[in-house]
């Protein structure tokens, strides 16, 4: 029985390097096995706690481990906050592939963070912390207001309440990249947004997911000012007043 597990990880590491390859991302092994003993605690968690509706094997490799890393640009020993991070997505994908990542996985409901917790120790991963807050506080917090090189978000929520949440933890002169299937309407909705809080011209990058004809939309927007203080609003606000 031991022996076929093992087989079978080792097939689960190989699947992995290879479509990262075919997606134009090289990992090595230690890596793979990384992303493949996440899975394996993602979909084991997920029997008791809604964590993704994604758990088939090869879904969750293209859908959230490629999907949270293909074409993202990055330098490894930035500072990024994850924010609205849920099951661990992007930020957990990208602290494997960059270990220099300096990460802050940050989520408003603590036992999705409590999983994440124990993915990070069961990985040996470092520099990377949970934090249990809403954006709409945490944005104001001195410790992570402008102090991040990076906020990334895959949240569900429109861009311009996105903006809202994730640009006042970006420090000017870094970035926020916001995860879309398709913003081609949100970000002219957004452009107020993005002015009033200190963004610059956004950049695009649309592409398609290997092999398949899932378009995936990354949106980066400088941060060229400060945000004002008077930013983020409190919640429910951002969300249900946008900008």
Avoid: W
Wanted: charged share 25%.
């Amino acid at each position: 029985m031991f022996h076929v597990e093992q087989l079978l990880i080792m097939d689960n590491i190989k699947y992995i390097i290879e479509r990262f390859g075919i997606a134009g991302l090289k990992i090595d092994e230690i890596k793979a096995a990384q992303l493949n003993t996440f899975y394996e605690m993602l979909v084991e968690k997920n029997k008791v706690m809604n964590l993704t509706g994604i758990t088939g094997f090869e879904d969750v490799v293209l859908k959230h481990f490629i999907d949270s890393v293909m074409n993202v640009q990055i330098k490894g020993d930035e500072t990024m906050i994850d924010v609205g991070t849920g099951a661990g997505f992007p930020g957990i994908p990208l602290k494997i592939v960059y270990p220099d990542l300096k990460v802050t996985l940050m989520d408003s409901l603590n036992k999705r963070l409590l999983f994440l917790d124990e993915v990070i120790a069961e990985l040996k991963l470092t520099d990377i912390y949970t934090c249990h807050a809403r954006a709409e506080d945490l944005g104001h917090d001195k410790n992570h207001r402008e102090r991040y090189n990076l906020a990334v978000s895959r949240a569900v929520a429109n861009l311009s309440s996105l903006c809202e949440y994730c640009l006042p933890f970006v420090r000017k002169g870094g970035t926020f990249i916001s995860y879309k299937s398709d913003a081609s309407r949100e970000l002219d909705a957004a452009s107020h947004a993005i002015k009033t809080l200190g963004g610059g011209k956004p950049h695009i990058d649309i592409f398609l997911l290997p092999e398949t004809d899932m378009k995936r939309t990354l949106i980066y927007i400088p941060k060229s000012a400060q945000t004002p203080n008077t930013y983020p609003r409190k919640a429910p606000l951002p969300s249900k007043q946008p900008l």
